[in-house]
């Protein structure tokens, strides 16, 4: 098992975020986690992995998800017990790819997260808020971060803005 220690929970409002009903749990372990990223990786649908850094992030459902080398954590979570329950089905399902390791072939593949310039020329560019971020800049981060998403803008939603969803859906937000 590679993670069977008792977890160290940081839970905190996103810093992109402030005043956000939404937390991220952060799990510090002392396991190295760089070697199950690539199992991970070949796993996952969708998942951004950075081997340099290394980081693995991915999203599934309203959550993202990261790993890091002695780290992993979720976003999106409504309290500490909503927090417990999705890091002890994360735990569970990395020591589930962990232990049938051998029957993985790891992806070393390299995939980073889009340019938040790029994501934010192709916003509305009111800063009319109502996704709940200060300005569109704001949003775009918090886009490239998976802490919202494409439905959080009501404004691409109308025709006119149409492609431009359609282009941003294409970068896998
Ligand atoms: S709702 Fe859309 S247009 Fe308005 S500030 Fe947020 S990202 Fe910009």
Redesign the pocket.
């Known amino acids: 098992m590679l993670i069977d220690e008792p977890l160290d929970i940081d839970l905190y409002c996103p810093p992109c975020d402030p005043g956000s009903e939404a937390w991220v749990a952060t799990v510090r372990v002392k396991a190295d986690l760089t070697e199950l990223m690539p199992y991970m990786n070949a796993v996952l649908k969708n998942s951004y992995y950075d081997p340099e850094i290394p980081t693995l992030v991915w999203k599934e459902g309203a959550h993202k998800y990261f790993i890091r080398k002695n780290e992993f954590g979720i976003n999106n979570l409504h309290d500490r017990a909503h927090a417990k329950r999705k890091i002890a089905k994360l735990v569970e399902q990395l020591n589930e790819v962990w232990e049938r390791r051998d029957t993985i072939k790891p992806d070393h593949t390299s995939r980073k997260p889009p340019n938040v310039l790029e994501i934010f020329k192709l916003?509305?560019?009111?800063?009319?808020?109502?996704?709940g971020?200060a300005?569109?800049m704001a949003?775009?981060a918090a886009l490239a971060q998976s802490d919202k998403t494409l439905k959080?803008?009501?404004?691409?939603d109308m025709p006119e803005f149409e492609s431009n969803a359609q282009r941003l859906r294409e970068l896998g937000l």
């Open positions: 916003l509305p560019r009111t800063n009319c808020k109502e996704c971020m300005t569109c949003f775009a959080d803008c009501p404004l691409l």
